[in-house]
């Protein structure tokens, strides 16, 4: 019994201590006259501290997880560190690019606008033809001539298909291609004009890259695709027995099969293909199964 109740007896004795009463009093210096009386127990001082000390605790970790002062930490701040420069390293890459395509935009307008023109072709090397200041542009190659070709076979043997493609509105194939409406692909300026003697059957564009290349007509998208000349091309069947090409795009928007509609923006300007040495749009337009001169029928 005596060995049992000893346990008891200590923890009776540290509950007294705990609960034991002191006074703290403050005096004044000079005349220790008493200035405040604060009456304290252990326990008190225990729960006060671990207060300030849990408080002190959740203020410290609300400013590191929501301010700044987290870039400060050992060890987070140089993960920030690498995360920002890899994002200012992208940014820095895509302003490059950017840079580069206007200064080559800005290049071979200058030397459009002296007659001046040099073209490279990746496959032969060529030089355009400067006469009287005027630019002779550089003749297609057997590719582009060869899908002008299956074009045209398609347009006198195929003609039933095209409109059932494409159903024309009633008495539009009697309108005149000059009563028909037609918006501008791109505004810009024409550096290479239409020239049938030199086999240029459209009409070639200068815009900055990424400006959106707009459908001329409403119609539906019959070729979407790339080829090594021309880069990216769509080619839209609109009625009135008119077609449209659009050439040298960084980006097609639209696929074969879709339906556009007048002033729908179908593709991003850029410079592919080998016969391109800067942003622009090479724009053909044909009527009735023979090119004819954009410039005439559109405002650029």
């Keep these: 019994m005596e060995e049992s109740s000893m346990p008891q007896g200590r923890w009776a004795r540290i509950k007294s201590k705990v609960q034991d009463g002191y006074q ?25 501290l671990s207060t300030v000390f849990l ?27 690498r995360r920002e420069m890899a994002e200012i390293e992208a940014n820095m890459a895509e ?28 496959i032969e090397d060529r030089e355009e033809i400067v006469v009287a200041g005027d630019v002779v542009p550089l003749p297609p190659s057997e590719e582009e001539i060869q899908l002008r070709r299956e074009m045209e076979q398609q347009r006198s043997g195929a003609r039933r298909d095209t409109e059932q493609v494409v159903t024309p509105v009633s008495g539009s194939s009697a309108v005149p291609l000059a009563q028909v409406y037609l918006v501008a692909p791109v505004h810009g300026e024409i550096s290479a004009a239409f020239s049938l003697p030199t086999d240029h059957t459209g009409v070639d564009i ?63 300007i850029g410079n592919t293909g080998t016969q391109s040495t800067g942003p622009h749009l090479h724009f053909e337009l044909w009527h009735e199964g023979r090119a004819v001169d954009p410039g005439e029928y559109v405002s650029f």
């Design 24 to 48: 703290l009093v403050v005096r004044d210096t000079h005349n220790y006259n008493e200035v405040a009386t604060y009456n304290l127990t252990p326990l008190n001082v225990y729960i006060a």
């Design 55 to 81: 408080v002190a605790a959740v203020i410290t970790f609300a400013l590191i997880a929501v301010t700044p002062l987290r870039r400060y930490v050992p060890g987070y701040g140089d993960v920030v560190q």
């Design 95 to 122: 302003l490059s690019q950017v840079v580069e395509a206007q200064n080559l935009y800005i290049d071979n307008l200058k030397r459009t606008m002296l007659g001046q023109v040099v073209t490279t072709d990746s």
């Design 206 to 268: 200068l815009a900055p890259q990424h400006t959106a290349i707009k459908a001329t007509r409403a119609g539906i998208v019959f070729m979407s695709e790339f080829s090594n000349a021309n880069g990216n091309v769509i080619g839209i069947q609109h009625d009135n027995n008119l077609i449209s090409f659009y050439k040298h795009n960084s980006t097609l928007l639209k696929q074969v099969g879709d339906r556009v509609q007048a002033g729908e923006a179908i593709a991003i």
